[in-house]
């Protein structure tokens, strides 16, 4: 046997690795990712600062322009009516400035699309993950999702000219109407639902079925009493996900929904969503930096808040409910 040399006493002339170009590699990757990563975070620190400042600038304003059809009005009373108003009319000569209204509209329009988004989501994954054979799961999942690649003005436009005369027959709905809207909006976020919580149900261990069958579990039982509530927290998160891609959806709104901010929660009637009112702020219908043009950005915070208490109210949940297994 040959004694082995320590690492420090090579012989001179020996092959030794170039490490020098892989460590400046290393960096030059290390300092482009970072760059990218910290664009990230400072265009999402430009949106939010945009938002704010420019939110303040109306709340701001608010007091004198309330002042002018009342008696004086205080900053608090001005964000009072802001949040309990019964009327949205800030592109009118008597203006109000109530975004309950636009609230209420897109409440309304996500609740009717979650009622056809989560049987749907829910029983198509159940379907790929539990029923279907690995073939048809190959064919049936990406047709799913090719729903998700359609562009939302082509929803809009099947919600107002082919659901919507098809709802007349049943409903006394109006030409621009929150239930078609609803129904199409629930439809288009049906593939995320569906792609997220086949996710979560088909990462299930298989040891968990097999115990529910050997106690004697039919396959409906198994997966009612046993996967679905192993995978709870992330058919909420996926739930979760997509009620906050329907609050903040566009252009079915805009298209199907109407622009008419009435308060109410009656599916039949046109309706203006906060979404639907940043476009028709955005198409010019009010001077550059007058409080109507101000709302823009009041509606925006709003919207921003309510979504972003949803992203927090998810991280909370899957955390809280989440399971491991070895």
């Known amino acids: 046997m040959t004694a082995e040399l320590p690492l420090n006493d090579i012989a001179p002339g020996t092959w030794k690795p170039n490490r020098g170009r892989s460590e400046t590699i290393q960096l030059i990757i290390k300092i482009?990712?970072?760059?990218?990563?910290?664009?990230?975070?400072?265009?999402?620190?430009?949106?939010?600062?945009t938002l704010i400042f420019e939110a303040f600038s109306f709340f701001g304003n608010l007091p004198s322009e309330l002042s002018k059809d009342s008696e004086q009005v205080s900053y608090m009373q001005g964000v009072i009516h802001f949040?309990?108003?019964?009327?949205?009319?800030?592109?009118?000569?008597?203006?109000?400035?109530?975004?309950?209204?636009?609230?209420?509209?897109?409440?309304?329009?996500?609740?009717?699309?979650?009622?056809?988004?989560?049987?749907?989501?829910?029983?198509?994954?159940?379907?790929l993950s539990e029923?279907?054979?690995?073939?048809?799961?190959k064919v049936l999942k990406p047709v799913l999702e090719i729903l998700a690649g359609v562009p939302t003005v082509v929803y809009g436009y099947f919600a107002l000219l082919t659901v919507t005369p098809f709802l007349k027959t049943f409903f006394p709905v109006e030409g621009f109407n929150s239930l078609s809207a609803g129904i199409v909006l629930g439809i288009m976020i049906t593939p995320m639902v569906a792609s997220?919580?086949?996710?979560?149900?088909?990462?299930?261990?298989?040891?968990?079925?097999?115990?529910?069958?050997?106690?004697?579990?039919?396959k409906r039982e198994t997966v009612w009493s046993v996967v679905l509530p192993a995978a709870l927290s992330g058919i909420v998160s996926s739930l979760i996900l997509a009620t906050s891609r329907?609050?903040?959806?566009?252009?079915?709104?805009?298209?199907?929904?109407?622009?008419?901010?009435?308060?109410?929660?009656?599916?039949?009637?046109?309706?203006?969503?906060?979404?639907?009112?940043i476009v028709q702020v955005t198409k010019g219908d009010a001077p550059h930096g007058t409080i109507a043009y101000q709302t823009l950005y009041a509606v925006g915070i709003t919207?921003?808040?309510?979504?972003?208490?949803?992203?927090?109210?998810?991280?909370?949940?899957?955390?809280?409910?989440?399971q491991k297994y070895d």
């Open 83 to 127: 949040l309990t108003a019964g009327r949205w009319t800030p592109l009118f000569a008597s203006k109000q400035f109530g975004i309950f209204v636009l609230i209420s509209a897109t409440l309304m329009i996500t609740f009717i699309s979650i009622l056809v988004a989560l049987p749907l989501g829910l029983l198509a994954a159940i379907c």
């Open 196 to 218: 997220l919580s086949e996710d979560a149900i088909y990462s299930v261990p298989q040891s968990l079925r097999d115990g529910a069958y050997a106690l004697g579990g039919t």
């Open 246 to 277: 329907a609050i903040g959806e566009t252009m079915i709104v805009t298209l199907a929904a109407g622009a008419n901010p009435t308060l109410g929660f009656n599916p039949f009637v046109p309706v203006m969503t906060m979404t639907a009112y």
């Open 131 to 137: 029923y279907a054979s690995p073939k048809i799961r």
């Open 303 to 322: 919207l921003f808040l309510i979504t972003l208490a949803l992203n927090i109210f998810s991280f909370w949940f899957v955390r809280r409910f989440r």
């Open 32 to 49: 482009i990712c970072g760059a990218f990563a910290t664009i990230s975070i400072l265009t999402t620190i430009g949106i939010i600062g």
